[in-house]
């Protein structure tokens, strides 16, 4: 069965201007009705040149409702600031952002509010042909909206997955300091390992073509399967955000100009103007969007033998070769923790050592995520 990835509904004309690269300020801001620390990142643009953003740090950061309440935040890693206390967004009030960086400048939002509410009815998993012929899993969801909700979505998704070293053995080779080599038992946790990753793509849906506020079999996610992701035990943790028509656009406007890794694509190459801005300079570029949303969520897991019984495992993140190294090599790749043994070599030949090895992403989980059990995982 084919799926399709998006509804879209009409989008406001965007006219992109080209200007040279200069650095601004960027706000990722989303509070919502959940009542928890809620979370505002602060960064700048950066070039093409440059590895990725750098967190804005040691500003101000507040929020204030229209009762006079204020909210305000603390920063944690660079550029990531948290509510000092926990908050919830109410119905029918409106919510402003300001912000005060280190250099003194001072910059606000638009007010912002609720836009109703929909529920995440359903989540699941189902293998799929994608429109492009490739076979894998899709992440679909349904949701129910009230009728006084916007009808405007995003989605973010935080997936979670098993990792089994396929070359994992009970020993390890390693450099004895008198000469000669020692054979230390390895340790279990180097086997089996999770890692979770959050989603990088802009995912928006919307009702405004539909008959009712409402949207059926939404794919928010397509693995394939000869994704090593999903090798083992799975897990997906999708939201669902009800958005402002503003904020929809705003999302799909970047979405449309940028295409690049992060929700917020610094590098793109004119300026997208977001409802938050400058109060000392009103021609100073601010990039972002200040929302304030209603947020549902649901988590799934599933098996690779649940959809692909007796069926091949996906390829590996490597290709697990193995290599018989003359002992100088040998020697160099242990003490650089290139690699990870597999067994003595039975027929050590004039230019082969006298060990089986592998890479050592193949021997070793944590190459690739951690050992700890994440405290949501079933099995």
């Not at 069965?1 to 200069?22: R, T």
């Not at 506020?213 to 083992?232: P, T």
């Not at 940028?258 to 977001?274: K, N, R, V, Y």
Request: proline share 6%; net charge negative; glycine share 6%.
């Amino acid at each position: 069965m084919v799926l399709p990835l998006l509804f879209y509904g009409c989008i406001e004309e965007f006219s992109a201007k080209f200007v040279d690269f200069e650095s601004a300020l960027v706000i990722n801001a989303t509070i919502t009705d959940q009542l928890k620390q809620q979370e505002i990142q602060l960064s700048r643009t950066y070039k093409f040149s440059d590895e990725g953003p750098e967190g804005e740090q040691n500003a101000q950061v507040w929020v204030t409702s229209a009762d006079g309440t204020r909210f305000d935040f603390q920063e944690g890693e660079a550029g990531t600031y948290r509510s000092e206390m926990a908050f919830a967004a109410v119905p029918n009030t409106d919510y402003t952002l300001s912000v005060t960086t280190q250099n003194g400048r001072s910059y606000t939002s638009n007010t912002a509010r609720l836009s109703g509410s929909t529920q995440l009815d359903t989540l699941y998993a189902e293998r799929i042909t994608s429109d492009l012929g490739e076979d894998g899993m899709a992440i679909v969801i349904s949701n129910s909206g009230d009728p006084e909700s916007s009808g405007y979505y995003r989605y973010e998704y935080e997936e979670t997955y098993k990792i089994i070293a396929p070359r994992f053995v009970g020993r390890d080779l390693a450099i004895n300091p008198d000469g000669g080599w020692l054979f230390p038992e390895r340790p279990l946790d180097e086997k089996v390992c999770y890692t979770t990753d959050l989603s990088s793509q802009i995912v928006l849906a919307d009702t405004e073509d539909l008959d009712e506020n409402r949207l059926e079999r939404l794919m928010v996610r397509f693995i394939s399967r000869d994704n090593y992701i999903i090798s083992h035990r799975y897990s997906v943790l999708v939201r669902q955000y009800v958005q402002s028509f503003e904020a929809y656009n705003f999302y799909e406007t970047l979405n449309n100009f940028s295409a690049q890794e992060s929700l917020f694509s610094e590098t793109q190459p004119g300026f997208l103007e977001g409802n938050v801005f400058s109060r000392d300079n009103k021609e100073e570029k601010v990039l972002g969007f200040f929302d304030v949303s209603t947020v549902h969520e649901k988590r799934i897991f599933f098996n690779y033998e649940d959809f692909f019984p007796g069926e091949p495992l996906p390829p590996y993140a490597d290709p697990c070769g193995t290599s018989t190294p003359p002992e100088d090599k040998l020697f160099n790749q242990v003490d650089l923790n290139l690699i990870k043994y597999i067994d003595t070599n039975p027929e050590p030949g004039p230019f082969a050592g006298p060990y089986i090895i592998t890479p050592r992403i193949c021997g070793d989980c944590t190459v690739l995520g951690i050992p700890e059990v994440p405290e949501f995982w079933t099995e």
